[in-house]
């Protein structure tokens, strides 16, 4: 089992920026890749961006939406996953939900943060 909690949301103009955090626990070596999604209220949960294991190249992917103002990273040392996010739009606010998959495809949830950003 894998137990992910999140921290770092809050409430940002448009145009600021937060750094969100996501600290794993529990049977940690068997995470491969870690992301973050979202989900606004009436939407569907999207994935915001993700990152691939060292092991297999540290591959990030973003989603059309972020790319350019969001950057995800990891710290294996700490067993830490963060997203920062740049040039904050309304239409950015959400729930964030870090996300881990581990070896045998089984995903695992944190219990989000929210993040709301006024125009």
């Known amino acids: 089992q894998v137990q992910l909690v999140e921290s770092g949301g809050g409430l940002v103009q448009a145009g600021g920026s937060l750094r969100l955090s996501c600290a794993a626990s529990g049977s940690i070596f068997s995470i491969d890749a870690l992301g973050w999604h979202r989900q606004a209220p009436g939407k569907q949960r999207e994935l915001v961006a993700m990152i691939s294991s060292i092991t297999t190249g540290g591959i990030t992917r973003y989603a059309d939406s972020v790319k350019g103002r969001f950057t995800i990273s990891r710290d294996n040392a700490v067993n830490k996953v963060y997203l920062q996010m740049n040039s904050l739009k309304p239409e950015d606010t959400a729930v964030y939900y870090c996300?881990?998959?581990?070896?045998?495809?089984?995903?695992?949830w944190g219990q989000g943060t929210q993040v709301t950003v006024s125009s």
């Open positions: 996300a881990a998959v581990d070896s045998w495809a089984k995903m695992y």
